[in-house]
Each structure stands twice: as C-alpha cells, then as structure tokens.
C-alpha cells in the first residue's frame, strides 16, 4: 500500500509535468503539479475507503490526473 501511494505521486507529478509541457494547460509547472498530486491524493484514499475506482492503481492515479487538471482550473476560472 506504501508503495502504491509513492507510485501514484510519481504518475501524478508526470502527468502535471506532461500537461504543462504540451500546453493542455497553461497554469505554470508547479501549480499543474500540485493540482496533479491532490486530485491522485484524493481518489487513492477514497479508493482505499469504499473500493471505488479502476483495477489498477496505475490507471486510477492516472485519470484522477487528468480529471483534476480539467475540474480545478475550469472551475477557478472566470
């Protein structure tokens, strides 16, 4: 499980360090980072609470990701 939550930091900083660098977003390195790291933070423990989400961690910490770099910015946004 330990290993699992460092795995999920690891795809999440990539991915936020990815969106940056191919202008899906345009928030700067870190905050797309940050962002990255909090949306995989939050669907690794409500995974671990009720068993919501994908078979692999991989892939959930994956599309937590994504789906936080699109929720968060848009929704922030005027």
């Known amino acids: 499980m330990f290993l ?4 999920t930091v690891v795809i999440a900083g990539i991915v936020g360090y ?3 660098r191919m202008a899906f977003t345009h928030n700067g390195y870190i905050p797309s980072i940050i962002i990255c790291i909090g ?3 939050l ?3 409500v995974t671990l ?3 919501i989400g994908f ?3 991989g892939m959930n910490a994956l599309l937590s990701s994504i789906g936080a770099l699109v929720i968060v910015p ?3 946004r005027k």
């Open 4 to 7: 699992t939550l460092f795995g």
């Open 18 to 20: 990815a969106s940056e």
């Open 39 to 41: 949306g995989a933070f």
């Open 43 to 45: 669907f690794f423990f």
């Open 49 to 51: 609470m009720f068993g």
């Open 55 to 57: 078979r692999s961690p």
């Open 74 to 76: 848009t929704h922030w």
